[in-house]
């Protein structure tokens, strides 16, 4: 198939998924990648509980409330600022602070059924950054399972492959019994980016989650003039 060909493809199901959110109120036209994997991997089901990671502007987080009904707990994340979703809590904040993640624990107040990530780094547009940058985020919403994720639940992390992915495979494979690269239709067939579905979490057996930082902030400088 030719590179041309591949674009047009790719831009016929983007406008497709597009047009689709639009008729059907998501958010977004990844709301459909998430009801895709769900529809395969049985992810979610009513009652649960589930934290979307890099949720901006709530079509995960749409697809979740769905998913775990009246019963259910969604908790959203996000760097920017999310439109009110009812039945939804968000908080604004950046998961690689201590401070976001002191809140979010502070919110689930236990533990959870399952965790999304579709975070994405600000793309710089050099390949190998972007990847890492990506596996880095992945690693958060790896070390928000080891604080939260209750025993034989669930992790879906979107990632850009390259050369990193498999050790973050094998990070995911110390903590889960199942690991599954997957690509749902709704992603461009260009796109370098996978879902890893990784379920029936063993508990964070072998990690120790890094101890997080409760200080509060200092101030960088001090008032002249003395001591008071
Ligand atoms: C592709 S969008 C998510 C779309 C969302 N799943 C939806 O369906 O509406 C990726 C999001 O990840 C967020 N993100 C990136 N880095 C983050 C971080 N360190 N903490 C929290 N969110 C982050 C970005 O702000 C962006 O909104």
């Excluded at 979307?52 to 994340?77: F, H, M, N, R, Y």
């Excluded at 992945?138 to 639940?153: E, F, N, P, S, T």
Aim: proline content about 3%.
């Amino acid at each position: 198939m030719s590179d041309l060909h591949d674009r047009w493809v790719a831009e016929r199901r983007r406008e497709y998924y597009y047009r689709l959110a639009k008729k059907l109120d998501y958010r977004s036209r990844a709301s459909f990648k998430l009801i895709q994997i769900d529809e395969r991997f049985g992810i979610m089901k009513e009652g649960d509980s589930v934290v979307d990671l890099g949720a901006c502007p709530g079509g995960w987080s749409q697809v979740a409330k769905e998913c775990v009904g009246e019963s259910g707990q969604v908790i959203g994340v996000d760097l920017r600022y999310i439109h009110p979703l009812e039945g939804v809590q968000f908080i604004i904040g950046d998961i690689t602070d201590d401070n976001t993640m002191i809140r979010l624990l502070d919110m689930v107040g236990g533990k959870v059924d399952v965790v999304l990530s579709d975070m994405a780094p600000n793309i710089a547009g050099a390949y190998s950054m972007d990847h890492a940058r990506s596996i880095e985020l992945c690693m958060y919403a790896v070390d928000v399972c080891d604080r939260i994720l209750k025993k034989k639940g669930k992790l879906v992390t979107k990632v850009f492959q390259g050369d990193l992915l498999e050790g973050y495979l094998n990070e995911l494979r110390k903590r889960f019994e199942k690991v599954v690269v997957h690509s749902p239709k709704a992603s461009r067939p260009t796109s370098s980016e996978v879902y890893v579905i990784s379920t029936g979490f063993l508990g964070a057996h072998n990690v120790t989650p890094k101890k997080l930082d409760t200080e509060e902030a200092k101030p960088e400088f001090s008032a002249k003039g003395g001591n008071f």
